[in-house]
């Protein structure tokens, strides 16, 4: 016998025959038609179980992907952490409040700021807006958004009244850069004739798109002195804060609550925007739910395969059985190979699933092509692009589930196996 032969021969030798045989029978030939059916049988349970997977990486990374361009877009314009005075009221002591915000670790920036609502009227077009006072200077400490438009927030100078407009309220109104609009103010003026609304013409100095409509159609910049003015407030009603983990805004948010010196409201943004990010984290465990039961229905077709494989191994077991073999061994051997049968699957799946998350910047661009489509219409959608984020928080449990879920399927039909008499078995060989 060849040398290789050999090795071959010692290395089978010092692995347990439970093992061998098991992975003998995954690899069983097509010998005979009923071989081969449970080989295609046994094939078609493997790639039910690689797309299952796939599916599972490919589309919770995707999920995470929209989940984090939406946070990144609404955070440019949204603050981490926003501390409101009591009441929604002017903050009794601005200098003291930036002091102790500034004390903690987390926080990287702060800037005071005036929140308030108003009506915004151009001819006999009128739209309510959000109207954000703010210092251009401090802005950029605490907006991502602000850091790369410096340049437009520099033209709101104290007393000159000018404004930047979300594109597309901007567009909406049908102005531009230097044309002049109306504010009015929330709260009425009180004379002899009755309640007169406050009004003030402004002059729109820029525009900004900061990729989340919501924002874009109906948020108003202008300077914290003039909004002071025109609201008739006598200071800022809260301050902005930015922090170096984002994930920690809300753990930061309730220190805060307790070290500030005062009665404060302090929101973190995922309390801002809570009925957003629950309604997607509610979809992506309904998707994840859904996907794996593809991935059990994969699975459990296992059974079927072992059941055909036990039926057509009588004969071999009631021999293994007579030579001395136990019914845990005649167990084990067919564990092995439904097993075999799950990691492989599961195994083809994650590498088609996250080769396809990783590169999906690559392969969606290269079907629109293909198939000359638009999957994501600019006009339409929020993004128009397809976003990935791989995470192994999501991987990692789609593995274990698909190998746990393999190795539950071949239980039974193994348990059948150890219960065959070789007496019976062997009767009509």
């Known amino acids: 016998m060849p040398a290789d032969g050999n090795s071959t021969l010692t ?3 010092a692995l347990p025959y439970e093992l061998v045989l098991g992975w003998r029978y995954t690899r069983a030939g097509r010998s005979t038609r009923r071989n081969g059916f449970i080989s295609f049988i046994s094939g078609v349970s493997m790639l039910g179980i690689a797309l299952g997977v796939a599916a599972l990486i490919v589309v919770l990374s995707v999920m995470n992907g929209f989940q984090k361009e939406v946070r990144d877009r609404m955070l440019s314009v949204v603050s981490h952490i926003e501390v409101y005075g009591p009441g929604g009221g002017v903050l009794p002591d601005v200098a003291r409040t930036l002091a102790e915000v500034r004390k903690n670790p987390e926080v990287v920036g702060a800037a005071p700021f005036i929140a308030t609502q108003s009506l915004l009227a151009r001819g006999e077009d009128m739209r309510g807006t959000i109207v954000r006072g703010i210092d251009p200077k401090a802005e950029a400490q605490v907006s991502d958004f602000a850091s790369g438009s410096q340049g437009t927030l520099d033209k709101l100078v104290s007393g000159q009244f000018g404004i930047v407009l979300g594109a597309e309220l901007a567009r909406t109104l049908g102005v531009r850069e230097g044309d002049p609009v109306t504010m009015i103010a ?78 404060f409201l302090v929101r973190d943004w995922t309390r801002q925007n809570r009925t957003w990010f629950s309604a997607v984290q509610l979809e992506k465990r309904m998707m994840f739910i859904i996907l794996t039961l593809i991935v059990a229905v994969a699975a459990f077709n296992l059974v079927s395969t072992l059941v055909m494989t036990v039926t057509d191994k009588r004969a071999d077991i009631a021999i293994l059985r007579t030579l001395g073999a136990s019914p845990r061994s005649i167990m084990g051997i067919f564990v092995v190979q439904g097993a075999a049968v799950g990691v492989i699957g599961t195994l083809a799946g994650f590498l088609v699933g996250f080769g396809i998350a990783a590169n999906i910047d690559v392969i969606v661009p290269a079907l629109e092509r293909a198939l000359n489509a638009n999957f994501l219409p600019s006009d339409i959608y929020l993004i128009n692009r397809m976003p990935s984020d791989p995470q192994s928080s999501d991987i990692v449990p789609v593995v274990l589930i698909s190998l746990v879920l393999s190795f539950v399927a071949t239980l039974y039909p193994s348990w059948r196996a150890s219960r065959v008499n070789p007496a019976e078995a062997l009767r009509y060989e």
Do not use: C
């Open 11 to 13: 290395a089978a030798m």
């Open 186 to 263: 929330p709260g009425g003026q009180v004379t002899p004739a009755g309640v007169v609304p406050r009004l003030k013409q402004m002059t729109v100095v820029g525009t900004f798109d900061s990729g989340h409509f919501e924002y874009d159609s109906g948020l108003v910049l202008m300077h914290i002195d003039d909004a002071a003015k025109m609201f008739r407030l006598e200071g800022p009603t809260g301050v902005r804060l930015k922090l170096h983990d984002l994930n920690r805004a809300r753990e930061v948010a309730a220190e805060l609550s307790t070290s500030l010196s005062g009665e």
